[in-house]
C-alpha cells in the first residue's frame, strides 16, 4: 500500500518560512520523481517544484529564489523549504510521486500566510 504523509504546514507570517516534509512508504522512492502541487481556493492545482529520480529539480516561476525541494533517498522523504513567504503562496499544498505510469498522492498540508 502506497503512502505519502506531509507535515510541516501551518500558519506563518509574510516573510516567513516553513519546511514542509512527505514521507513516502510501498513504493522504491528512489526510482520516483517526487513533486510538491498547490492549490489554493477556487484554483486549480498547480505544480510548485518537482525533483526527478536523478536529483535534477524544476520550479515554477512564481517560487524561484524562495522555494527548494530536495530529497533524501535514505529516509524516503522529499521536502520543501519555503523562504519569503507570501499570502499568495496560501493553499494545501500535496506531495506527489510520478513514475511511467504510476502516480500517487498525499493528504495534503495548509499553508496559510497572513499577519
Known amino acids: 500500500q502506497v503512502q505519502l504523509v506531509e507535515s510541516g504546514g501551518g500558519l506563518v507570517q509574510p516573510g516567513g518560512s516553513l519546511r514542509l516534509s512527505c514521507a513516502a512508504s510501498?513504493?522504491?522512492?528512489?526510482?520516483?520523481?517526487m513533486g510538491w502541487y498547490r492549490q489554493a481556493p477556487g484554483k486549480q492545482r498547480e505544480l510548485v517544484a518537482q525533483?526527478?529520480?536523478?536529483?535534477?529539480?524544476n520550479y515554477a516561476d512564481s517560487v524561484k529564489g524562495r522555494f527548494t525541494i530536495s530529497r533524501d533517498n535514505t529516509k524516503n522523504t522529499v521536502y520543501l523549504q519555503m523562504n519569503t513567504l507570501k499570502p499568495e503562496d496560501t493553499a494545501v499544498y500535496y506531495c506527489?510521486?510520478?513514475?511511467?505510469?504510476?502516480?500517487?498522492w498525499g493528504q495534503g498540508t495548509q499553508v496559510t500566510v497572513s499577519s
Open positions: 510501498g513504493i522504491r522512492f528512489s526510482l520516483y520523481a
Open positions: 525533483t526527478t529520480s536523478g536529483g535534477n529539480t
Open positions: 506527489n510521486a510520478y513514475r511511467a505510469r504510476s502516480s500517487y
